[in-house]
């Protein structure tokens, strides 16, 4: 296990304070902070090789491509997938689900059907349903119970040969639930049918082998995994890559261009048009390497201690109800206050500099299940620690006295 005060320390934004209290940061599932690793790399990057790649034969550019690239090849090692081709640079999680959404439209038919999940963030529900209005394949959904589980025997019930695509995330952004993703991507399979699932919210937590768990695409954003904004992956089996049109058309996509016809680069390069997020891509990879520098089963080990210590404390507080109870789940905590707005119990955390999300999390749908507006949602990272929980237990009984 790691040393708590050495992890703070790498993370300068820690040691600020808000509203003149120390900073509690509760809301890792929105984005995680940044380490002086990976921030020291991007200094780096705009200090000593700032230029664009792929394209120069100048020294700078040369060093700035093979940045790029090694960063690729740590994220295929870091994920497991058989070829650095198979990991195409996007600008996070909703970019690859559109990415697929996109390259789908051209084989779906109207008889088709699709599968989402009942606990999916917004950007895996309405790529899909503009795709079934454009193709005029049917949208069907896994239900969920009330612990936030999908039920199973209903997923089975909706496979059928008329199913191509599946799309489930592997962690809840809402409730923390986590899905059984290997047995829907094992079923899906028998019938024929891809999977996709959504990563950005296990990404942080656990590290998934694509190729143990057989799944045709994987998505992730690395602002979620101490990475910077605005670049993520997306990871597809070769074959399917290979089987899907490009995205967007533009520079560095192609292979060669006359006005009566262009083809297409190989991979991966057919589906990363334009200049990318070159630092982007180059810090991902140090945010990769840093949180294997922990470790994942330390990092897993250590939330799952939190998660419990702050269950129980939570629990204690009179009128306090948890959205999401099932005993397959990661760090996160969706609750509500008996006759209190989520929203004002945020307001009064934020001014004890304690930073929660409050809303419906961009996943409506759980929302109308449980027939509430939305909830409070503590999410804990590895450099969090128990006395902020304790903080955290405060506030929320501070909040319940001023606004019962
Ligand atoms: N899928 C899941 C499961 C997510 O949690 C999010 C972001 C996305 C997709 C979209 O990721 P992006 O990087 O493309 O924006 N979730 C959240 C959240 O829970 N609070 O803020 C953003």
Redesign the pocket.
């Known amino acids: 296990m790691f040393n708590i005060e050495d992890i703070r320390k790498d993370f300068p934004i820690l040691s600020r304070k808000v509203n003149g209290k120390p900073l509690v940061y509760f809301d890792n ?2 984005t995680s902070q940044t380490p002086k690793q990976v921030i020291d790399c991007i200094v780096a990057y705009y200090s000593n090789y700032n230029a664009n790649i792929h394209r120069g034969v100048h020294r700078l550019s040369q060093e700035a491509t093979d940045a790029y690239e090694h960063a690729r090849k740590t994220i295929q090692r870091h994920f497991n997938a058989k070829y650095t081709h198979e990991i195409i640079f996007t600008s ?4 690859g689900i559109n990415l697929v959404a996109h390259g789908f439209s051209s084989f779906l038919k109207p008889d088709d059907e699709i599968i989402v999940s009942a606990l999916e ?1 917004h ?2 529900i309405v790529p899909w349903q503009m795709l079934c209005e454009q193709t005029g394949a049917t949208l069907k959904v896994i239900p969920m119970n009330e612990d936030g589980e999908l039920v199973m025997s209903e997923y089975i019930k909706l496979l059928s040969s008329h199913t191509k695509l599946v799309f489930v ?1 592997h962690i809840s ?1 809402a409730l923390g639930t986590i899905n059984p993703i290997a047995h829907i991507i094992e079923q899906a399979h028998q019938v024929g049918a891809a999977v996709l699932i ?1 990563g ?2 296990a990404c942080p937590h656990i590290r998934p082998d694509v190729q143990e768990l057989d799944v045709d695409f994987y998505v992730a ?1 690395a ?2 995994m101490c990475g910077p904004t605005g670049v ?1 992956i997306l990871y597809g089996k070769e074959s399917w890559l290979n089987t899907l049109p490009p995205y967007q058309g533009g520079g560095e996509m192609i292979a060669e261009v006359t006005f009566e016809k262009t083809t297409y680069a190989d991979l991966p390069h057919k589906f990363e048009a334009g200049t990318p997020n070159i630092c982007g891509g180059i810090a991902f990879g140090a945010a990769i390497d840093y949180l294997n520098g922990i470790g994942f089963k330390s990092i897993e080990a250590y939330e799952n201690d939190l998660l419990d210590y702050a269950t129980q404390k939570l629990l204690d507080i009179k009128g306090l109800k948890i959205y999401g109870t099932s005993k397959h789940k990661t760090s996160v905590i969706s609750f509500n206050l008996e006759g209190i707005h989520p929203y004002d119990v945020g307001t009064i955390l934020d001014k004890l500099g304690i930073a929660v ?1 409050t809303g419906h ?2 996943a409506q749908p759980i929302m109308d299940y449980y027939k509430i507006p939305g909830t409070v949602r503590a999410s804990f990272a590895f450099y969090n620690t128990k006395s902020e929980i304790d903080a955290l237990v405060e506030g929320i009984k501070k909040a319940q006295t001023m606004l019962s």
Do not use: E, I, V, Y
Request: net charge positive.
């Open positions: 599932a929105a996070g999680t909703t970019h963030h950007s895996n995330n952004n959504d950005a919210q954003s602002h979620k993520g999300r999390h961009c």
